[in-house]
């Protein structure tokens, strides 16, 4: 075989053309600045409506817990949910939702104070410190679900036991402010716990500033926290039954 023999023809560098870009011309940045803009835009109104949604879902879940408890402690109380600061002796007269709650836990059906935090509420300011010891169960601050007393495992199933906690001295809803006292969810929403143990975030009617729960959480006209002796069927009537707010710090 022969020497080998350079290539006949010098090898080219490619060339590059002054045409070829480096980077992103103004416009196109334009364009993606302006995407990006809009993508935040949409993130900051959709995010606090998905938190609110999240928040009332795990009040659902926190609801259903405490009804769980009650029905174990009526179990326990002659099918009667807890009407008593001391339900031994059946005595003592609650004046919110605090105390009569309180006793869920003291009795050993809850074993603290979790399920009784609702973030954000006004009843929940500083929220739960799960001090357990006695006297300082459910303070003023850490609870914040109304409890409608008086009512039992026999009671109608419709009726509702259990609600975030509503404009103080009242049983309906702020909707203008949701940092106030019942101003939860700006009154759009209401976490309703009913005798059943069924629990759901219900909408809620509005009337001028204020909002009420539907009955039956159908009928618009009329507030299922406010007690009837019409018709055949009462409802939330009985010398025994009384809404409880929860207490405030």
């Keep these: 075989m022969g020497q080998f023999e350079p290539f006949p023809f010098p090898m080219k560098t490619p060339r590059i053309h002054s045409s ?3 980077g992103f011309t103004l416009i196109e940045l334009l364009v993606v600045i302006t995407i ?3 993508l935040a835009g949409m993130t900051l109104a959709v995010g606090p409506q998905v938190l609110e949604k999240a928040d009332r879902t795990k009040a659902v879940s926190d609801g259903r817990q ?4 009650i029905k174990l402690f009526a179990a326990d109380f002659n099918g009667d949910f807890p009407m008593y600061t001391d339900p031994i002796q059946k005595s003592g007269d609650p004046q919110s939702s ?3 709650l309180a006793t869920i836990i003291t009795q050993s059906y809850l074993k603290d104070e979790k399920s009784f935090n609702i973030p954000k509420s006004a009843y929940c300011r500083p929220g739960p410190d799960n001090d357990m010891t006695p006297g300082h169960v459910l303070e003023a601050g850490e ?4 409890y409608v007393r008086g009512l039992n ?3 109608d199933s419709r009726l509702p036991l259990l609600v975030n ?3 103080p001295g009242g049983v309906t809803y702020n909707v203008r402010d949701k940092s106030a006292p019942g101003g939860l969810w700006s009154g759009e929403y209401a976490v309703v716990i009913r005798v059943d143990n069924s629990a759901a975030p219900e909408k809620t009617i509005k009337r001028g500033n204020e909002s009420w729960v539907k009955r039956d959480g159908k009928d618009p006209n009329k507030n299922a926290f406010a007690p009837e002796t019409t ?3 009462p409802w939330l009537a009985g010398k025994d039954i009384k809404i409880l707010n929860p207490r405030l710090r």
């Design 20 to 22: 070829a870009r480096s």
């Design 36 to 38: 990006i803009v809009l």
């Design 66 to 69: 405490i009804g769980t408890a």
């Design 98 to 100: 605090n105390e009569i």
């Design 143 to 146: 609870c914040g679900w109304a």
């Design 153 to 155: 495992e026999t009671s």
């Design 165 to 167: 906690g509503f404009v």
């Design 231 to 233: 018709g055949d069927v």
